[in-house]
């Protein structure tokens, strides 16, 4: 699954990485869906939480603050 995510990330077409890698284009669907989502179920909270309130005052006075 990973050369096939990594060639992706590189731009590879499902097309090009199903004939490179020998698997079918479904199969290339199925394992870029299923790690996609498992690493914005894992890592996504950590870098995009919840939105607050404080939250959002908080950029709003970074925003304003360089602005």
């Given at each position: 699954?990973?050369?096939i995510?990594?060639?992706?990330c590189?731009?590879?077409?499902?097309?090009t990485?199903?004939?490179?890698?020998?698997?079918?284009?479904?199969?290339?669907?199925?394992?870029?869906?299923?790690?996609?989502?498992?690493?914005?179920k894992?890592i996504?909270p950590m870098?995009?939480?919840?939105?607050?309130?404080n939250i959002?005052?908080?950029s709003?006075?970074?925003?304003?603050?360089?602005?």
């Amino acid at each position: 699954a990973l050369p096939i995510l990594c060639w992706v990330c590189l731009g590879g077409l499902f097309s090009t990485i199903g004939h490179n890698f020998r698997v079918g284009f479904s199969t290339v669907s199925l394992i870029i869906t299923e790690v996609s989502e498992a690493i914005i179920k894992v890592i996504g909270p950590m870098f995009m939480p919840e939105p607050t309130t404080n939250i959002w005052e908080e950029s709003a006075r970074g925003f304003y603050d360089k602005w």
